[in-house]
C-alpha cells in the first residue's frame, strides 16, 4: 500500500474524533422520570417482609431478566464486584478453601474469595482466547479447591463446557464472571448459565449501561436464596427464609436503586440492537484481518457467540518484525485508538506480591504457602507483555463510515511495515 501513514506525516483513515457511544435515550430519560415521580428511590428494607427483595423496579428488572435470559432467579446487586463477593459466599466457600482463577481480568474477578478467607490459585489462560486453560485449571486442583471461578473475557466465553466437566468431576462450584459477555454463547450455551452461578456488570460501557449495577443468575433455590442474604443484611433474616447455618450469611448492603433498576430494564429491552452492532463492527475488522500475516483475529468457533465488549488483535512481532507499540502508535494515528495490553497479570498486584490482604498478620495468606512469583502464568505474561492490542468497541459510536475508516486503518498500517521497519532502525522506536 503506497498511501503515507499518518504516523509518518500522512492523512489519517479516520480524521474526525471518535464520537462516544450514546447508551441512554428518551426511553430512559421517562424511566428515571416515573420513578421520580413515584418518590421511592429504593424500596430495599434490611428486615423480615417484602421490602428485604426491593422496590417494584427492582421486582421488575429480576423478573425481565429471568425472562429473556431464560434463567429461574436473577438476583440484582449494585455492582459485579459485589455479585462476585455475594457468589462466593453463597457458594460455601471459606477460610483456607481454595479457588481457581485467571490471572488475565479486572482485579475483582480474583480479589471476591479473599473476603471469605480463600486463597486464588492461578491457572494459565489459551493465547487464542484470553481466559482459563481448562487443562491448566486442572493441574491446579488439590483437595482444598472447592471453586473454579471462570471470566467470560472481552465478550467471548471461556471454554465453558469443558470447566463445567472439570467441576462436575471434582466436585467444585463454578462461578462465571460474565461482566463482560451477557448473551455470549458457547455452542448453543448461554455464557452465566452454565456456572452455578452467573455475575454480569451493567456499568459504564457494558451491554446494558445503568450507571452502576449487576446481577447473578442461578438455578438453584438455595443458591438464590443465599445471594439475596448476603445482598441485603442477611443476618436479620435468615431464619425466617429457611436457613439454619448462618455461616457466610451476614449480609453486606449490595442492593440496587430503583433509578438503576429503571434505565436497565429499558436497556434490556432493547439489549439485541446494541450487541448486533457491536458485533457487526467486530465482524468487518475479523474479516479485514483475516488475510494479515502477523494480525491474529479474535478465535470464535462456529455456533459460538462473541458480544465484543471489546475487539482483541493479537499481533506476533517476530513475524511482523515491528514492535507492538510501534504498531499501536500507528493505528492511533490513523484514528483507531488501541491500547496496548489489558491488565499485568492478577497476580502481580501488591495484595499477592506482599501476601497481606485483611488485617495486619497476612490473613488469608497465612493459611497456604501458594506463592505469587513472576513466571507463574507465562501464556498471560507473553499475551500482555508483547501480542495483545485492545481496541474497546463499546466506547465509541461507530458508523458505517467509521467502521470501513477503521478497517483502512489496519489494512494501511499492515501494508507499510516496511516504512515503520525503517522508523525503527532510524529512531529506535522514539518519537522525535
Not at 420513578?35 to 425481565?64: D, H, K, N
Not at 465509541?396 to 525503517?422: Q, S, Y
Amino acid at each position: 500500500m503506497s498511501e503515507d501513514l499518518a504516523f509518518l506525516g500522512g492523512v489519517a483513515a479516520v480524521p474526525q474524533p471518535l464520537a462516544p457511544y450514546q447508551a441512554v435515550g428518551a426511553a430512559e430519560q421517562e424511566a428515571v422520570a416515573a420513578v421520580m415521580r413515584s418518590g421511592t428511590l429504593s424500596g430495599f428494607m434490611g428486615a423480615p417482609g417484602t421490602g428485604f427483595y426491593g422496590g417494584p423496579e427492582i421486582q421488575r428488572f429480576e423478573q425481565a431478566w429471568c425472562s429473556v435470559y431464560d434463567c429461574k432467579y436473577a438476583i440484582s446487586v449494585n455492582s459485579a464486584t459485589s455479585g462476585l463477593i455475594a457468589a462466593i459466599g453463597a457458594a460455601g466457600i471459606g477460610p483456607g478453601d481454595e479457588v481457581v482463577v485467571p490471572p488475565y481480568s479486572m482485579s475483582a474477578s480474583v480479589i471476591a474469595p479473599l473476603f471469605y478467607g480463600a486463597i486464588p490459585v492461578f491457572a494459565d489462560i489459551e493465547a487464542d482466547t484470553f481466559c482459563l486453560d481448562p487443562a491448566e485449571v486442572r493441574k491446579n486442583i488439590t483437595d482444598r479447591t472447592r471453586c473454579i471461578l471462570a471470566v467470560n473475557l472481552f465478550g467471548r466465553p471461556s471454554n465453558l463446557l469443558a470447566l463445567r466437566r472439570i467441576a462436575d468431576e471434582f466436585n467444585l462450584v463454578l462461578i462465571e464472571d460474565s461482566a463482560q459477555a451477557p448473551f455470549a454463547e458457547e455452542a448453543g450455551h448461554r455464557a452465566g448459565l452454565v456456572g452455578d452461578i452467573g455475575v454480569f456488570s451493567l456499568n459504564y460501557h457494558k451491554h446494558i449501561h445503568s450507571g452502576e449495577g449487576g446481577v447473578c443468575v442461578t438455578n438453584s433455590d438455595r443458591l438464590a436464596r443465599r445471594l439475596a442474604l448476603i445482598r441485603n443484611h442477611g443476618e436479620n433474616v435468615f431464619a425466617e427464609l429457611g436457613e439454619d447455618d448462618p455461616a457466610n450469611l451476614i449480609g453486606y448492603n449490595f442492593r440496587m436503586t430503583e433509578l438503576s433498576a429503571a434505565i436497565a430494564r429499558v436497556q434490556l429491552s432493547d439489549i439485541e440492537r446494541h450487541l448486533q452492532a457491536r458485533e457487526k463492527v467486530a465482524k468487518l475488522l475479523n474479516d479485514a484481518v483475516g488475510g494479515l500475516s502477523g494480525f491474529l483475529a479474535p478465535l470464535v468457533p462456529e455456533g459460538w457467540r462473541h458480544n465484543y465488549y471489546c475487539w482483541p488483535l493479537r499481533i506476533d512481532e517476530k513475524q511482523l518484525g515491528v514492535r507492538r507499540e510501534t504498531v499501536a502508535k500507528a493505528l492511533a494515528a490513523e484514528g483507531m485508538p488501541v491500547r496496548e495490553g489489558y491488565v499485568r497479570p492478577l497476580y502481580m498486584l501488591p495484595v499477592f506480591q506482599q501476601r497481606r490482604a485483611i488485617g495486619r498478620d497476612g490473613w488469608p495468606f497465612n493459611l497456604t504457602n501458594r506463592g505469587y512469583e513472576a513466571g507463574l502464568c507465562p501464556v498471560a505474561e507473553r499475551v500482555e507483555s508483547n501480542e495483545l492490542l485492545l481496541f474497546l468497541i463499546s466506547a465509541w459510536n461507530i458508523t458505517p463510515a467509521v467502521a470501513d475508516g477503521f478497517v483502512e486503518a489496519l489494512c494501511k498500517v499492515h501494508g507499510n511495515m516496511d516504512k515503520l521497519r525503517a522508523w525503527e532502525r532510524e529512531t529506535g522506536g522514539k518519537a522525535a
